[in-house]
C-alpha cells in the first residue's frame, strides 16, 4: 500500500542554522516526489519535486531534496534557515492519485 | 501553472446547515481533487470530480454527505451537508499540472468552523 512517513511532527532551530526534515514513503512503483510547504493562512505551495534523472532536487527558497532509493526516503534540507521558513511542511509520493504525509511542523526561533 | 479561486475562504457555520465550497481555475482542467485537512492534520482525498461524469469518492466519504458538481472545465463545487462538528475543517480544491507526473496546484482553502 501507498504511504509516506513524516516521522518528526514538530521541529525547531534557530534562524540561521541549518535543517533536514524526514520523509519515508512506501509505494509499489517508481515514485515521483513533492515536497509543499503551507504557511498560516495559506494554501499548500510546491517546494521542489523529483520525478527521475538527478537524485538530488533543488527546489525554491533555497531548499533541496535527495532521493534515496535504497532507503525510500526524501529528505528535505535548508544550510541555513530563516525566520519565515516556519510552516507546516508536506511530503507527498504519487502521480495519478497523491499521498501525503502528516507533516512536520517548523518552529524558527530568533 | 494554473490560479485557483475557493470561496469562501472561511466561514462558521451552525450544525445541521450545508455549505457550499466553490473552486475557479484559471484554465482547462480535466481533473479536480477535493481534500480536507483536519486541524493538525495531513490532506485526505474527500473525491475526484470529473467534468462530464460523476465524481469518485474516496473511502469513508459519501455523495449523500459531499455531494460534488463539476458543470465544465474551470469549475467545481463541494457541498458539505448536515454538517456537525466534525466537519470542521480546511477543505481544499486541487487540479494537477497534466500527465501522469504533474504536481498539484491548491487552492487557499476554505476554513470551515461548525458550531
Known amino acids: 500500500a501507498q504511504s509516506v512517513t513524516q516521522p518528526d511532527i514538530h521541529i525547531t532551530v534557530s534562524e540561521g542554522a541549518s535543517l533536514e526534515l524526514r520523509c519515508n514513503y512506501s509505494y509499489g512503483a517508481t515514485p515521483y516526489l513533492f515536497w509543499y510547504v503551507q504557511s498560516p493562512g495559506q494554501g499548500l505551495q510546491l517546494l521542489l519535486k523529483?520525478?527521475?534523472?538527478?537524485?538530488l532536487v533543488q527546489g525554491i527558497k533555497g531548499f533541496e531534496a535527495e532521493f534515496k532509493r535504497s532507503q525510500s526516503s526524501f529528505n528535505l534540507r535548508k544550510p541555513s534557515v530563516h525566520w519565515s521558513d516556519a510552516a507546516e511542511y508536506f511530503c507527498?509520493?504519487?502521480?495519478?492519485?497523491?499521498?501525503f504525509g502528516t507533516g512536520t511542523s517548523l518552529t524558527v526561533i530568533p | 501553472s494554473a490560479v485557483i479561486s475557493q470561496k469562501p475562504s472561511r466561514d462558521i457555520c451552525q450544525r445541521g446547515t450545508s455549505l457550499t465550497i466553490q473552486c475557479q481555475v484559471d484554465s482547462q482542467v480535466t481533473m479536480m481533487f477535493w481534500y480536507r485537512q483536519q486541524p493538525g492534520q495531513s490532506l485526505t482525498l474527500i473525491a475526484t470530480a470529473n467534468q462530464g461524469s460523476e465524481a469518485t469518492y474516496e473511502s469513508g466519504f459519501v455523495i449523500d454527505k459531499f455531494p460534488i458538481s463539476r458543470p465544465n472545465l474551470t469549475f467545481s463545487t463541494l457541498t458539505v451537508s448536515n454538517m456537525s462538528p466534525e466537519d470542521s475543517s480546511i477543505y481544499l480544491c486541487?487540479?494537477?499540472?497534466?500527465?501522469?507526473?504533474?504536481?498539484?496546484?491548491f487552492g487557499e482553502g476554505s476554513r470551515l468552523t461548525v458550531l
Open positions: 486541487s487540479v494537477p499540472s497534466g500527465g501522469v507526473a504533474g504536481e498539484l496546484f
Open positions: 523529483y520525478f527521475s534523472g538527478d537524485t
Open positions: 507527498a509520493v504519487g502521480g495519478n492519485q497523491f499521498y
